[in-house]
């Protein structure tokens, strides 16, 4: 089976209404697993709260969840980003594993396809 080649797209999250930019959203292919996409994201200050948020790793899940080659897609993040976990929790995702290591704490969830 041929290497997967290393790739990564970023998105602005914009509010139409305001025509201005309110966030970021990233994926990329982890190289040393071919068939996980990791996603991250962030909303800014006063735009959070309001959905766009759960709104952006939807859209991340139905453009690369359900792609060819694809069984996982993760998300890493602090175990006291409560916020962020409960939007991943509510777009489908499960806790799969957290960091062995006492220095970064990291705990990763998952949402695979049906």
Same mark, same amino acid.
């Given at each position: 089976?041929?290497? =997967?080649?290393?790739?990564a @797209?970023? @998105?602005?999250?914009?509010?139409? =209404?305001?025509?201005?930019?309110?966030?970021?959203a990233? *994926?990329?292919?982890?190289?040393? %697993?071919?068939?996980?996409?990791?996603?991250?994201?962030?909303?800014?200050?006063?735009?959070?709260?309001?959905?766009?948020?759960?709104? %952006?790793?939807?859209? +991340?899940?139905?453009?690369?969840?359900?792609? %060819?080659?694809? !069984?996982?897609?993760?998300?890493?993040?602090?175990?006291?980003?409560?916020?962020?976990?409960?939007? +991943?929790?509510?777009?489908?995702?499960?806790?799969?594993? *957290?960091? &062995?290591? *006492? !220095? #970064?704490?990291?705990? &990763? +969830?998952?949402? &695979?396809? #049906?």
């Amino acid at each position: 089976m041929p290497k =997967a080649q290393p790739w990564a @797209w970023f @998105w602005a999250l914009e509010d139409r =209404a305001e025509n201005r930019v309110i966030g970021l959203a990233e *994926a990329t292919l982890v190289s040393c %697993a071919p068939s996980v996409v990791r996603i991250g994201y962030g909303v800014f200050g006063e735009k959070r709260r309001q959905g766009y948020a759960k709104e %952006a790793v939807i859209a +991340l899940v139905e453009a690369f969840g359900h792609s %060819a080659g694809v !069984d996982q897609v993760e998300a890493i993040l602090q175990p006291a980003n409560v916020a962020s976990r409960r939007v +991943l929790e509510h777009s489908g995702f499960e806790e799969c594993s *957290a960091s &062995t290591s *006492a !220095d #970064d704490g990291m705990i &990763t +969830l998952c949402w &695979t396809p #049906d």
